[in-house]
């Protein structure tokens, strides 16, 4: 099975995992809601991101180099194409194809999931450079964290800056965070 990728983790844990625990992280440590941008510009949006961090996931396991593509689908969907390199820069590229759907139209900031249908996950962006650089996506139950950007690497302020509101803000666990290895570029 083809599920190595950042947002298939999130359509299946999301899905599955909570439906088979008691509760989730913040449910567990009676953490306050978890809040969304306030806006997103799909337009903006769309495009190639590099994952700087994330939690890791046992579908995930063993990627590097891992990328998120966003395009326009037909209608309201998005088209989500993940692609990861197993077990090292140079191993074999693995990808996983799915959809997206905005769940929040108001803002554009809560959006759904899915590479296995019925199954929907949600994936809600949390923070955003305003130049559409850099984000960070979540899920209510902060079980899941991706920090992304559109370059493989992020400046070294920027990504202490993302990770400090991810912690005062988000009230996010940084322990189970792991940077993402990725190419550097020339």
């Not at 809040?35 to 396991?61: D, M, N």
């Not at 593509?69 to 074999?92: E, F, M, P, W």
């Not at 899915?114 to 929907?120: C, E, G, T």
Request: aromatic fraction near 10%.
């Amino acid at each position: 099975m083809r599920t190595s990728v950042a947002l298939v983790i999130t359509a299946l844990g999301l899905v599955l995992g909570p439906a088979g625990c008691a509760e989730t992280t913040t449910q567990a440590n009676a953490l306050p809601p978890l809040e969304a941008v306030e806006s997103v510009e799909l337009s903006r949006y769309l495009g190639t991101w590099y994952e700087i961090a994330s939690y890791p996931q046992k579908f995930q396991e063993g990627c590097t180099a891992t990328t998120a593509n966003y395009s326009q689908g037909k209608g309201d969907n998005i088209v989500v194409l993940n692609r990861c390199r197993k077990g090292g820069l140079d191993g074999k590229e693995d990808e996983a194809k799915g959809r997206a759907r905005v769940v929040d139209t108001t803002t554009n900031a809560k959006l759904e999931v899915s590479f296995f249908r019925p199954f929907w996950g949600d994936y809600w962006i949390i923070d955003l450079d305003p130049e559409y650089q850099w984000a960070v996506v979540g899920h209510p139950g902060r079980d899941y964290l991706w920090i992304l950007a559109r370059t493989p690497a992020l400046d070294p302020g920027v990504y202490d800056g993302i990770l400090q509101r991810l912690e005062d803000e988000h009230q996010y666990d940084l322990s189970r965070l792991n940077k993402t290895l990725q190419p550097i570029e020339p």
